[in-house]
C-alpha cells in the first residue's frame, strides 16, 4: 500500500492511498481537505444591508411594532454573522460507497451522479471550481464538495468520483435552481 500526500499553494492538502496493483491515480480511498467557497466581500453589501434595515427598523419604530423591530434586529445581526464568518476547511474521504465530510457521512447511492461547477468570482479573478453532487430525489438540494485547487488534485477527484458515479453535464439543473444556490452560497447556507 503506498500513500501520496501532496500540498498545494493554498495550503490545502490531498492523500491518495492506493493498493499494490491498482492504478494510483484513481485509486479509492482518497482523502483531501478543501477550504469553502466564499464570495469576495464587498462594502456595498454591508451599506445596503445596514440601509434596508434601518429603514425598516425606523418603519417599526415608527408603527410602535417591536416585535418586528425584534425580529429585523436579530436577523440582520444573524446574516453579518454568517456572512463574517471565517470559511472553513472542510476534510473530505471518498470511498466507493459513502463520501464523509469532516464528522458527515453522505451515502453515494442517494445520488444519481455529480457535475463539475465554476463559480464566477468577477473579472479579475480565477472562477472557483467545485463539484455538485445531483441527488435522486427530485426536490432534495445538491451537495457541495470543495476542491483543494490544485489541478492535478482537482483532476485526480473527478476521476476517483467518475469510479463511483456517473458525471452529469446537468444544464438543466444548473437554471432550475441557479438563483437560489447562489443565494444560498452568498448566505453560506449549503
Known sequence: MTKTTRTNANGTRATRTATKG???RTAL???WTATEYVPRKRWCWYVGLGLVATGLA???IA???WFVLAVIIAATATIFVTYLAK???WRY???ATVLQVGEQVWQLKDYRAFTVEELNQGKRREPYTLIALLPKARFKPARDIY???DQVLDLEIVE???QVLRYEEARSYRRRVGIIDRVARLLRLN
Open 29 to 31: 480511498p482518497l482523502t
Open 147 to 149: 476542491l483543494p485547487g
Open 93 to 95: 474521504k471518498l470511498t
Open 22 to 24: 491498482s492504478d494510483a
Open 87 to 89: 470559511p472553513k476547511a
Open 160 to 162: 476517483a468520483l467518475r
Open 58 to 60: 425606523i418603519f417599526a
Open 63 to 65: 408603527i410602535q411594532e
